[in-house]
């Protein structure tokens, strides 16, 4: 493409990310891209600025930039079955090995720690958006992510394997109609032993691998620019002699990094968090610094253990829980915690 174009938001397209509608224009269309033209102003819709992850609308026409040669490769050349031809072996096997759940309408993986859910600098294909077509099971079309975890996060994440479905699903979890639980062992053992922590947060600098969230007092969001508001509610399952607790979280709002920083923020980093201040190997019992020692893995101690959500075609309540991973499993056998004595949702016990 050499010019300037205007593409109409087809029928049936809308209420999507901007940048999922994106690529399906474009397949080579990188994320890094995308993200910069936004910046720039160089992709508008409607004559107006966007981000990345602002929703398109029916009948809406975005201003698309001049692109590469390599950016505006026809439909045709980048087809997923195409792509899932280049994943190596053992990719496929680990992809589809994830799958937890799965019907004719959406597909649940525990996805493992250190797998991104997203493409981003350096991470090629090999992320579960780059995969998935590996998980197309027979469908004509990949199935599309509908939220996402960080890299080193495990646990429950959905794919939506049509669009109706993806537009369902977005719309409950932005309406909060879905329940998602974590679990994690942080420094310390917070007191109270359930509460709401409800820190603003505001993006300190920083893309991708670097980015981090900086927490700001609930009456000073409003006073500062960019600032979100944020909730998490926490609950502690098991205590380690007060050295390293099991909690369970659940947020209330869904934004990025926001459990890592809101524990951190209270004193109790989750540990293996390099990011937040829960990779220290000392820990002097306060809370700060994470790394216990001995046993118990560096990686980042956050999984999201379950998720319940009313299906958009049967109407029926789904609840999913993944198993922990490895190196959180080994932790917990350290301490003598069990998953299977946990109630499922410690904030509403009778149930």
């Known amino acids: 493409m050499s010019k300037v174009e205007l ?20 397949p080579h ?27 398109v609308a029916d009948g809406q026409q975005v201003r698309i930039p001049p692109l590469a040669p ?19 072996k053992s990719d496929v096997e680990m992809i589809q ?36 077509s590996a998980l197309m099971f027979g469908y004509k079309d990949k199935p599309k992510l509908v939220h996402r ?34 679990w994690a062992a942080v420094a310390g053992r917070p007191e109270p032993r ?10 300190t600098g920083g893309r991708g691998e670097n980015e981090k969230m900086r927490c700001i007092h609930p009456r000073e969001v409003d006073k500062t620019e960019d600032a979100k508001r944020a909730h998490t509610d926490y609950a502690e399952i098991e205590s380690a002699g007060g050295r390293m607790t099991w909690v369970a979280l659940v947020p209330i709002t869904g934004r990025t990094h926001q459990l890592r920083a809101h524990m951190a923020e209270i004193g109790h980093p989750i540990i293996g968090d390099g990011k937040y201040g ?15 020692g001995g046993d118990i893995s560096r990686k980042l101690h956050l999984h999201a253990r379950s998720i319940s959500f009313e299906h958009p075609i049967t109407k029926k309540i789904i609840t999913l829980t993944a198993p ?21 949702d410690p904030f509403n016990p009778e149930d």
Request: proline content about 4%.
């Open 7 to 26: 593409r109409t938001v087809a029928e049936g397209e809308g209420d999507q990310r901007l940048d999922r509608w994106l690529k399906k224009q474009f």
């Open 29 to 55: 269309l990188s994320q890094i891209r995308i993200e910069k033209m936004c910046r720039k102003g160089e992709i508008r819709i409607d004559g107006g600025r966007v981000k990345p992850g602002d929703r």
């Open 70 to 88: 390599e950016d505006s490769r026809p439909i045709e050349e980048s087809t997923p079955r195409n792509r899932a031809a280049k994943y190596i």
């Open 97 to 132: 090995s994830a799958v937890l759940w799965m019907d004719d309408h959406i597909i649940a993986l525990n996805k493992p720690a250190g797998l991104p859910s997203q493409g981003g600098s350096g991470q090629g294909d090999r992320h579960v958006d780059g995969l998935s």
């Open 149 to 182: 975890l960080d890299k080193d996060t495990s646990g429950v994440l959905l794919l939506a394997r049509t669009d109706r479905v993806a537009r369902a699903l977005s719309e409950g979890l932005r309406h909060r109609n879905v329940r998602k639980i974590y």
């Open 194 to 203: 359930m509460g709401s922590i409800k820190f603003g947060l505001l993006k």
């Open 278 to 292: 829960g990779s220290s190997q000392e820990n002097l019992g306060d809370g700060w610094g994470a790394g216990i």
């Open 324 to 344: 922990l991973p490895d190196h959180m499993q080994r932790t917990w056998d350290f301490f003598g915690w069990n998953p299977a004595e946990a109630e499922a």
